[in-house]
Antibody, heavy 119, light 110 residues
Framework: EVQLVQSGAEVKKPGESLRISCKGS????????ISWVRQMPGKGLEWMGR????????NYSPSFQGHVTISADKSISTAYLQWSSLKASDTAMYYC????????????WGQGTLVTVSS | QSALTQPASVSGSPGQSITISCTGT?????????VSWYQQHPGKAPKLMIY???KRPSGVSNRFSGSKSGNTASLTISGLQAEDEADYYC??????????FGGGTKLTVL
């Protein structure tokens, strides 16, 4: 069974750093890109960027370029989303999603990680 | 790269049909037959309902269908049921390994 299991909820202060994770199982992790999607409270989905776990090549939405870093450790089938200095506006639910092998859509999603940034 | 445009809300009675539009540009929706639709119930992760404009994944009801004309894609749900009440998002490939979502549409089943 394909699963994407994300790390638990986080509460951080502005200026702190954070890395959240997304562990894939039930499939060949290096064969499928992973994307990260933001959902701010009461708002819609926003595509942030993606990584190819086989070579760690990344692409970012212009809206998120320079604000977050996506990485992966293929040895443990895990993708990451990290911030070096959080802002209150980073408060959101973050989902990881697997791109279908040869399609341009997301066939499996993680359960989401709620990040709360508050002083 | 702006979000695709969806109506904020639509509604329909059980048994009726509704259509949700998703308008993009010639750089995304208009350039590729790579529009997908996702259903999201409150507090849940999104679920793939339609891919490549009109294809349904295994397990998705045939009451859900998709189409596209020019820069606008559409999701139609026929025979509305109470469990269809959810938020719906379109998503389009935008080239150069980039994707863009729509703003989302809240479907209310009256």
């Amino acid at each position: 069974e394909v699963q994407l299991v994300q790390s638990g909820a986080e509460v951080k202060k502005p200026g702190e750093s954070l890395r959240i994770s997304c562990k894939g199982s039930g499939y060949s992790f290096t064969s499928y890109w992973i994307s990260w999607v933001r959902q701010m409270p009461g708002k819609g989905l926003e595509w942030m960027g993606r990584i190819d776990p086989s070579d760690s090549y990344t692409n970012y939405s212009p809206s998120f370029q320079g604000h977050v870093t996506i990485s992966a450790d293929k040895s443990i089938s895990t993708a990451y989303l990290q911030w070096s200095s959080l802002k209150a506006s980073d408060t959101a639910m973050y989902y990881c999603a697997r791109r279908h092998s040869y399609g341009y859509y997301f066939d499996y999603w993680g359960q989401g990680t709620l990040v709360t940034v508050s002083s | 790269q702006s979000a695709l445009t969806q109506p904020a809300s639509v509604s329909g009675s059980p048994g009726q049909s509704i259509t949700i539009s998703c308008t993009g540009t010639s750089s995304d929706v208009g350039s590729y037959n790579l529009v997908s639709w996702y259903q999201q119930h409150p507090g849940k992760a999104p679920k793939l309902m339609i891919y490549e404009v009109s294809k349904r994944p295994s397990g998705v009801s045939n009451r859900f269908s998709g189409s596209k004309s020019g820069n606008t894609a559409s999701l139609t749900i026929s025979g509305l049921q109470a469990e269809d009440e959810a938020d719906y998002y379109c998503c389009s490939y935008a080239g150069s390994s980039l994707w863009v979502f729509g703003g989302g549409t809240k479907l209310t089943v009256l």
